[in-house]
């Protein structure tokens, strides 16, 4: 059992740990001094309960509570602290710590504590079967050798085969932070996150290649797979929820050549460039902005953005938008415009309809942005027009 002391007082972490390695010789006790290091190694080792502190440095104890609630569910988590405030505790207690502690914590009360999780933690290993276990551990290796292999490092004779049948027809998914700042927790976070949704449409995983860049592999399964944009939105709605940094999420298209991901990845990381798909072929690109065109008249008075419709056709939006002028010889906002003005200058015949509904009816809720707009293309205001038409 793996055990994580996070307390920014060195006496203290030593302390819990002098005791526990008495008390519980066979429970491993790995210690830092914040938040920010504590995500670094749930990030990298495999923990099974948490000491933790709430006032600290930089990132409070509650904080990442907080995250761990959204990314690490299951995790058993007690808070030791010297603020005896209800609200902490309330809170804490909320956000689904197994315990609050005062310090100075006597050795017989953090022995009860540490008996009572070490007891609940046999019992999950006794329910778990020697196939579940071989099969974690496998995926733990699978994706550390994942990680060198994308970074054109050595992975020895590990045979990626197996790794490449479960994702015979797969998405990769890029999540990118700007620089500048911390991102521990916030990689940990995407990495937690993202992969409880992935399995709960799929199967896959993700990994940092770099502080600010992680790579997901998801294949999803086929009742999942023609609902792409729902699995998209759901990841975004969960990381929305569990971030408090700007990140950029890009999913690309499905692709069948697993071993052409590390290239596809050092494109990616070359400035200027996105994960944009191989060209399709010409009538498979004629037949995806034809039907791109369709979705985009039935439901161009909504909030269409070109990611959206991207998201519909299954491209990256850097390849649609590039795609779509070459096939249409027009961009897709100049695209989306012209079918709105189109309509708008029918519905201005209709006398009972005010500018304002309009402009609703055809994808503008503010009257200004419309006029502006409608100016900019038939050189009058809509009212304007609406007189010369009589």
Known sequence: MNILVVDDEKSIREGIKRTLNHAFPRIHVLMVQSCQEAAAVLLNERIDAVLLDIMMPGMNGLELLASLRESHRGMKVVIISAHSKFTYAQEALRLGARDYVLKPVGKDRLIGIMSELEREWQEEQRQLTEKDRLDLNLNYLREAVFRRWVQGLDIGSFDLSRLAQNH???????????????????????????????????????????????????????????????????????????????????????????????????KLKSPGTDMTEQPLPASRGDETIQLAMQYIRAHFRDNLSLEKVASIVYLNPVYFSQLFKQKTGIGYKEYVIQLRMERATELLSNRTLRVVDVARLVGYDDLRHFTQVFRKKYNRTPTEYRLEAK
């Open 168 to 266: 015979p027809r797969f998405h990769l998914i890029r999540v990118q932070f700007d620089g500048g700042q911390d991102l521990t927790l916030s990689n940990f976070v995407v990495e937690n996150v993202l992969s409880e949704w992935i399995g709960l449409n799929g199967c896959g995983f993700v990994v940092s290649l770099e502080t600010n860049l992680l790579i997901g592999v998801v294949t999803l399964r086929e009742e999942c797979s023609c609902r792409f944009v729902e699995f998209e939105t759901g990841a975004r709605g969960h990381l929305d929820r569990c971030l408090n940094v700007p990140y950029t999420m890009t999913i690309s298209c499905a692709s069948d050549n697993f071993y052409s991901i590390p290239d596809r990845i050092r």
